[in-house]
Each structure stands twice: as structure tokens, then as C-alpha cells.
């Protein structure tokens, strides 16, 4: 695990980032992106997990700039300040540099609010080449995404019993699957007898069967959209 500083269009300058594996000699990469609670060990751990699981490097963008919450009412307040199109620019420019490392592929994947910016940044930017969003759908409200403008192919996870409504609900993805398809764009849809979070092993909703089936399905995918370069 290596840090890295990327020049970055976000008000707040460069993005510091974390990489998994030698991107001097990777051919493609994943960019893992954080839940609400910010770049903390759990998802550095995913991250890691990942990388060696898939083959390929990973990077963790940390679009809070160093701050890590522990309880729910500080996620809250960072998720809340979040400038949504200052962290669109980050990933950008993460990808990019990937890109200019000599990844020729870049793939995409976040939980919960990193889900939700995982179709942000593929709605805004046309760099990502694959892309897997875990529960969470972009909020009008936070930044309005046209989805037609989404050209790599998609692969989305959510939990049927998911409470969370205006971000990952079924009501929500429910939406979002009818607007993909009413836009006939590339995507796999998948739904699990589960909550919101269940990938993540540190939460209440963790559910050991959805999380393994999830991330297999995840790893067919990026090896079918990564690794054919």
C-alpha cells in the first residue's frame, strides 16, 4: 500500500489517495470508493482485499481530505458538506492518473454513498470502463446526473430489505433499473435478501452470503471488462 497525491480540478486541490499493488506495471486498475464514514480501515481493508482477489490494482481516493468518522452523526455532517462535483473531479482525475500510468482499463466500485458517486462520476466523466455500484443511487438534491450520458457498462447491487430511502431503497433501485432500461444502457442488475451495507463485515447488516455472491459477481464482471485489453 502506497499514498499518492493527485493534481485535482477540486477546490480543495490535490486528492490524496491510497494504492494497492505496482501501478508502474498494471495493465488495468479499480478505483474503490469510501462509505459515508470517509477513508477508514474498512475500506482500505476492501480495497486490499480487492486487488488481491482480482489481479489488479486498486485505489482509494480520500475525498474528505484525512477525516475519518466513527459514529453515525459526524458521517452524517462530512457526508453532508461533501462538494459532490468537487469529489466527481477527484475520481476524474484518480482515473486519469491510472490512465497516464499506463492502465489501459479502469474500473470502478463504492458502497453506500460511494455507490451513489460511483454512478455520479460515470453519468459525468467518460473515463471509468466498467463500473459496480453497491447501494446507492445519486440524490437530486446533492447532484442531478443524466444517466443517458452513462457509456461503460454497469453491474448494481442492492438489498431488498434496504431502508434507506432516497438513496438505496427498493423504491429507489427499483427506479433506477427502470430508467436503465428505459435508456437500453449495458447493465447487470442484482438484489439480495439483505439490508443496506451488507457487504460491509463491520455493520449490523452484514450478510455473509449476499457479500460473497456480490463480490464473485463483481470480479466475473471487472475480468470481463478489465482484463480483456
Same mark, same amino acid.
Given at each position: 500500500?502506497?499514498?499518492?497525491?493527485?493534481?485535482?480540478?477540486?477546490?480543495?486541490?490535490?486528492? /490524496?489517495?491510497?494504492?494497492?499493488?505496482?501501478?508502474?506495471?498494471?495493465?488495468?486498475?479499480?478505483?474503490?470508493?469510501? $462509505?459515508?464514514?470517509?477513508?477508514?480501515?474498512?475500506i482500505?481493508?476492501?480495497?486490499?482485499?480487492?486487488?488481491?482477489?482480482?489481479?489488479?490494482?486498486?485505489?482509494?481516493?480520500?475525498?474528505?481530505?484525512?477525516?475519518?468518522?466513527?459514529?453515525?452523526?459526524?458521517?452524517g455532517?462530512?457526508s453532508?458538506?461533501l462538494?459532490w462535483r468537487?469529489?466527481?473531479?477527484?475520481?476524474?482525475?484518480?482515473?486519469?492518473?491510472?490512465?497516464?500510468k499506463?492502465?489501459?482499463?479502469?474500473?470502478?466500485?463504492?458502497?453506500?454513498?460511494?455507490?451513489?458517486?460511483?454512478?455520479?462520476v460515470?453519468?459525468?466523466?467518460?473515463?471509468?470502463?466498467?463500473?459496480?455500484?453497491?447501494?446507492?443511487?445519486?440524490?437530486?438534491?446533492?447532484?442531478?446526473?443524466?444517466?443517458?450520458?452513462?457509456?461503460? /457498462?454497469?453491474?448494481?447491487?442492492?438489498?431488498?430489505?434496504?431502508?434507506?430511502v432516497?438513496?438505496?431503497?427498493?423504491?429507489?433501485?427499483?427506479?433506477?433499473?427502470?430508467?436503465?432500461? $428505459?435508456?437500453?444502457?449495458?447493465?447487470?442488475f442484482?438484489?439480495?435478501k439483505?439490508?443496506?451495507?451488507?457487504a460491509?463485515?463491520?455493520?449490523p447488516?452484514f450478510?455473509?452470503?449476499?457479500?460473497?455472491?456480490?463480490?464473485?459477481?463483481?470480479?466475473?464482471?471487472?475480468?470481463?471488462?478489465?482484463?480483456?485489453?
Open positions: 500500500m502506497s499514498r499518492v497525491e493527485v493534481p485535482s480540478e477540486n477546490k480543495l486541490g490535490p486528492c /490524496p489517495a491510497m494504492v494497492f499493488g505496482d501501478v508502474s506495471h498494471a495493465t488495468a486498475a479499480i478505483i474503490v470508493m469510501q $462509505e459515508w464514514w470517509g477513508m477508514n480501515e474498512h482500505l481493508g476492501t480495497a486490499g482485499q480487492i486487488a488481491e482477489r482480482s489481479g489488479l490494482v486498486t485505489l482509494v481516493p480520500d475525498i474528505y481530505r484525512g477525516k475519518v468518522a466513527t459514529d453515525r452523526e459526524t458521517a455532517h462530512y453532508a458538506d462538494d468537487g469529489a466527481v473531479a477527484d475520481v476524474d482525475a484518480c482515473a486519469k492518473f491510472l490512465k497516464q499506463g492502465c489501459k482499463k479502469v474500473g470502478m466500485t463504492g458502497f453506500c454513498q460511494g455507490g451513489a458517486m460511483t454512478i455520479a460515470v453519468a459525468c466523466c467518460d473515463i471509468i470502463d466498467a463500473a459496480v455500484p453497491f447501494y446507492g443511487i445519486p440524490n437530486k438534491s446533492r447532484l442531478d446526473v443524466d444517466l443517458n450520458n452513462i457509456k461503460c /457498462p454497469l453491474q448494481c447491487h442492492f438489498g431488498e430489505e434496504d431502508e434507506v432516497g438513496l438505496s431503497s427498493p423504491a429507489d433501485y427499483t427506479a433506477l433499473k427502470s430508467k436503465l432500461t $428505459e435508456l437500453n444502457k449495458q447493465f447487470e442484482y438484489t439480495y439483505a439490508g443496506h451495507g451488507f460491509n463485515a463491520t455493520r447488516n450478510n455473509k452470503d449476499a457479500a460473497e455472491l456480490s463480490f464473485s459477481r463483481m470480479y466475473s464482471f471487472f475480468e470481463k471488462h478489465l482484463k480483456t485489453c
